[in-house]
């Protein structure tokens, strides 16, 4: 999973800009909400108010991007900290709503024929983890599942997943897509603004 490490200060002309580098809004909303694990602000001795001033910054800056993310609309929101937000205690609090909503979403789609069977059912829930899990993966590794994957996943021959289960399945992705736009839309307008 992504670390703090995958991006490099930005340099200025006049030296290390005060303002969070972020190159990407999963980066600073993954940053934001990092456990506080810098230095005390108060320091005794070396070049103290230095970092204390460098310290202040970047929590004004993570507040910033906190309040951004805090106005977004509710399933919107907790996908974003499902996705993008280091893991949690609420990290699969957050995936278990992603889910029951991709759920919903799909049984308005189907028809009586295929709710009826307990096992198709149990395979939508499944598949609604898998492509929640698919799409977290995709966002920081840039790397879908394989057909053949998702298919081990689902406990099903991989030639019969996209005759059975593909059109579901992109339905799935197009939802969990627009919620990766959303989710990272307003984080990269505020980061337009701050730069």
Aim: hydrophobic share 35%; charged share 25%.
């Amino acid at each position: 999973m992504a670390t703090t490490d995958a991006y490099q200060p930005a340099q200025q002309k006049n030296g290390t800009n005060l303002v969070l580098p972020w190159r990407s809004a999963k980066i600073a909303w993954h940053e934001a909400f990092m456990s506080m694990r810098s230095k005390p602000l108060v320091q005794c001795e070396g070049n103290g108010s230095v970092d204390n001033l460098d310290q202040i910054g970047r929590s004004l800056e993570k507040g910033i991007v906190q309040d951004a993310v805090a106005k977004l609309p509710k399933p919107i929101r907790e996908w974003g900290m499902y996705c993008y937000a280091p893991d949690h205690a609420k990290t699969e609090t957050y995936k278990s709503r992603v889910a029951d909503r991709l759920y919903a979403l799909l049984v308005e789609q189907l028809d009586d024929t295929y709710l009826k069977s307990r096992i198709r059912c149990i395979r939508l829930v499944t598949m609604c983890n898998i492509a929640i899990e698919e799409c977290k993966n995709q966002q920081w590794t840039g790397e879908f599942y394989s057909d053949y994957k998702r298919a081990q996943l689902l406990g099903i021959h991989h030639q019969n997943f996209q005759r059975d289960y593909g059109q579901l399945y992109g339905s799935m992705q197009e939802v969990l897509s627009g919620y990766c736009g959303r989710a990272l839309g307003g984080v990269a307008r505020l980061l337009c603004e701050i730069n």
